[in-house]
């Protein structure tokens, strides 16, 4: 099982030095993100994101399904996330490595377990039918933070998607095709956006937001902020890695904040734009 | 609060925690010839964390199969949070393993996890840079709770944090449930001084009142430690919430 090669010596020395005098190799600020690029397929509820070259889709589809027993008036959420090879030659198939635990995970608990989609809203008909919402993340290109990129790419999808329009007569439930009657948007409590900034060995470096795969690479820690624009955490994650003073874990979440705002921003924007776009043939 | 830390089989360290009903043993080899050579670097020991959680550790008995995610969350998150505090460069191309078992859970899995594997890491006679201590603090409405079991860690929104009390640092945050930022700066008050409490149970400094007397209460298990590793001879703890068993 060969290991990825580190970075060599100079290079690690070049990059350190560099980020202590708050320069990135790419010229953007410490604290700056890649501007996301959202791209939306033909279907609904199909996200492409970019943060320069990391690239994800997120495909979202619903199936009718009966519920669990022990929750007969919620809908299911499942998220699939794997990291195949095609992200980097780094991520071998089968056992899942500790990058693709932590992004599952996280995805788990920003999407799902935040409560971020009203899974009440999914019930069609108690303990009979319910909607199961499959979310497929698929990492297209890895050239760092995959996490937050992934995690945009399935919220975006989850604003995109339009579920059909069902009606329940007696015990029996009609699903009207979309040419019938419009499709309708899933019930959202909230959307929240993740942000990861990456930390160094030295204390002096300033930490940097969105890192890049090197900067991931050489970095000491990284701690993931999940938020949303209402200012309300969702996700607060760092594991172990450098340790950090109260005060630099609270000024991330300031900086988290303010970003938040930002991204929220522009993914309505994006989705009234594509909105717009898009021809809804009513019959 | 129940420590035991007698040696059990061949682990050259082992401990036993229980913060009321949630109860983790962990056991540590090493030292020792790497098992996986492929993983091994040449200036440091690698440190490795598996994760067992016993089938009748809950309620509802459910098998957990060892590639559940939530476990092998809770093992990278243990391992990242000692590979820093581990001195790893004294023991290059070695291997130091951790086997935490999850006897009983009621809340806390993983501050329990986290206390019992320095514990255990002291016991094995491993050096560390500084003791990593761990809690969760929870808050309802403006009321601060403490290490939270199960029923309430679903309700409440909390936070759990690992710090190194001697720097007064945090090496682990995690935070899973929705709360509004103002609140978590308020959270982060208490957490705060639950550091410093942890760091000097004698701090005069710290300003008195119920909560923090609670904090120093809880914590008490931090300095214990301390004292443990200092002063094993002696062994007279008189925190009526730690009962300590040393090994023979």
Redesign the interface.
């Known amino acids: ?1 060969p ?1 990825p090669p580190s970075p060599s010596i100079p290079e690690k020395e070049f990059l350190f030095t560099s980020l202590k005098e708050s320069l990135r190799l790419d010229g953007r600020q410490p604290l700056e993100m890649r501007a996301p690029i959202l791209t939306f397929g033909p279907d609904l509820g199909w996200v492409e994101c970019a943060f320069g070259k990391t690239r994800v889709l997120a495909q979202l589809d619903a199936k009718m399904v009966k519920p669990t027993p022990e929750r007969p008036l919620e809908g299911l959420i499942t998220i699939h996330s794997e990291i195949s090879p095609m992200a980097s030659s780094e991520y071998e198939p089968g056992r ?1 490595s ?1 990058e693709e ?2 992004m ?2 996280m995805l ?2 920003i999407l799902r ?3 971020a989609i009203d899974k009440e809203s999914l019930c069609v008909l108690a303990g009979q039918r319910v909607w199961h919402l499959r979310l497929t993340i698929h990492c297209l290109a890895d050239a760092g933070n995959l996490l937050d990129c992934a995690c945009l790419a399935g919220i975006v999808a989850f604003k995109h998607f339009r579920r059909p329009e069902v009606e329940v007569v007696g015990e029996e439930v009609i699903v009207h095709h979309p040419s019938e009657r419009a499709p309708v948007p899933l019930s959202m409590h ?1 959307t929240p956006f993740c942000f990861t900034f990456a930390y160094f060995p030295d204390q002096d470096t300033p930490p940097v937001l969105d890192p890049s795969y090197l900067e991931q690479r050489i970095s ?2 990284l ?1 993931s902020v999940a ?1 949303n624009a ?17 005060e630099q ?2 000024a991330v ?2 900086i988290a ?1 303010n970003e938040a705002v930002k991204l929220d921003w522009l993914v309505t924007q994006r989705l009234a734009e594509d909105w717009k776009g898009r021809k809804v043939e009513v019959r | 609060m129940t420590i035991d830390l007698t040696p059990r089989g061949t682990a050259d360290g082992s401990a036993v925690i229980t913060h009321g009903l949630t109860e983790v043993m962990v056991d540590v080899f090493g030292p020792k010839e790497a098992k996986l050579r492929g993983q091994t670097s040449h200036d440091r020991a690698l440190v490795t964390v598996e994760v067992g959680i016993m089938p009748f550790s809950t309620g509802e008995r459910r098998k957990r199969n060892r590639g559940d995610k939530r476990i092998l969350e809770l093992a990278a998150t243990i391992k990242q949070t000692f590979e820093p505090v581990i001195q790893t460069a004294l023991y290059p191309r070695s291997e130091i393993s951790i086997f935490v078992h999850i006897l009983q859970q009621d809340g806390g899995l993983l501050p329990a996890s986290i206390n019992a594997t320095t514990l255990a890491l002291i016991t094995a006679g491993i050096p560390l840079t500084d003791y990593v201590t761990a809690i969760t603090c929870g808050v309802y409405s403006t009321n601060p709770l403490l290490d939270l079991n199960t029923i309430e860690e679903n309700d409440i929104p909390h936070l759990t944090v690992a710090s190194l009390p001697r720097t007064g640092k945090v090496t682990l945050v995690a935070m899973e449930t929705r709360l509004h930022v103002e609140r978590t700066a308020v959270l982060g008050i208490y957490v705060r001084r639950l550091i410093r409490a942890a760091a000097d149970p004698t701090d005069v400094t710290i300003q008195e009142d119920a909560l923090t007397d609670v904090i120093k209460h809880r914590l008490n298990i931090a300095s214990l430690l301390f004292l443990w590793t200092v002063a094993t001879a002696t062994g007279d703890f008189d925190n009526p919430d730690v009962s300590v068993r040393k090994g023979p």
């Open positions: 099982m290991r899942p500790d635990v932590n599952t995970r788990d608990k377990r935040s409560d909230h000491a820690g701690i938020l209402q200012k309300e955490l969702c996700v607060l994650q760092k594991a172990g890695g450098v340790p950090l003073t109260q874990v609270l979440i300031d904040v």
